[in-house]
T-cell receptor
Framework: NAGVTQTPKFQVLKTGQSMTLQCAQD?????MYWYRQDPGMGLRLIYY???????DKGEVPNGYNVSRLNKREFSLRLESAAPSQTSVYFC??????????????FGNGTRLTVT | GENVEQHPSTLSVQEGDSAVIKCTYS??????FPWYKQELGKGPQLIID?????GEKKDQRIAVTLNKTAKHFSLHITETQPEDSAVYFC??????????FGAGTRLTVKP
């Protein structure tokens, strides 16, 4: 049982380049999330998808887009990368819908550097 | 929105001692308070959580206490072991799409 799988693990981009971070979960969870983690700031929510076919902005959505491809997969796209997007990105999933709390299951992250 | 503050940012203890990490939250509507442990190069993993209708929860060497009136909650680890060394995050939320995390505490357990 792999849980939440993220690819790639590491990526270096030049300013202005684009890329897509991939995430897949095999736990049949309804909800999926993208967080970024910066030193001294904890985890901040970028976008989430409460169910297949829906996406919503989180706390820090600017500069990002997402796609909930199906129930298993949720991708994060940077159209024109900026140095401020240098961070570690985590995908997570949870079993229940947006109106009830349940534990988040995280992937192992993608470390992105934008030069 | 919710604001979560976590203290201390770093904590060093001797093996066998207890460790306590404290968090405060701002939104009285928050009703779910999970704690996550993050090891180097890994994603955060849930270690314990508590809901607002409970004041304390324990799981072996780990316990969490919640004071709704004062809007703070704490993680207690007893009989610490070197493998407890990690970064710990608290969080508070009303629902899953509004979960706010503390800045983290780096715990070091010295053998």
């Amino acid at each position: 049982n792999a849980g939440v799988t993220q690819t790639p693990k590491f990526q270096v981009l030049k300013t202005g380049q684009s890329m897509t971070l991939q995430c897949a979960q095999d736990m049949n969870h309804n909800s999926m999330y993208w967080y970024r983690q910066d030193p001294g700031m904890g985890l901040r929510l970028i976008y989430y998808s409460a169910s297949e076919g829906t996406t919503d902005k989180g706390e820090v959505p600017n500069g990002y887009n997402v796609s909930r491809l199906n129930k298993r997969e949720f991708s994060l796209r940077l159209e024109s990368a900026a140095p401020s997007q240098t961070s570690v990105y985590f995908c997570a999933s949870s079993a229940t819908d947006r109106w009830y709390n349940s534990p988040l299951h995280f992937g192992n992250g993608t470390r992105l550097t934008v030069t | 929105g919710e604001n979560v503050e976590q203290h201390p940012s770093t904590l060093s203890v001797q093996e066998g001692d207890s460790a306590v990490i404290k968090c405060t939250y701002s939104d009285s509507a928050s009703n779910y308070f999970p704690w996550y442990k993050q090891e180097l190069g890994k994603g955060p993993q849930l270690i314990i959580d508590i809901r607002s209708n409970v004041g304390e929860k324990k799981d072996q060497r780990i316990a969490v206490t919640l004071n709704k009136t004062a809007k703070h909650f704490s993680l207690h680890i007893t009989e610490t072991q070197p493998e407890d060394s990690a970064v710990y995050f608290c969080a508070a939320s009303i629902n899953n799409n509004d979960m706010r995390f503390g800045a983290g505490t780096r715990l070091t357990v010295k053998p």
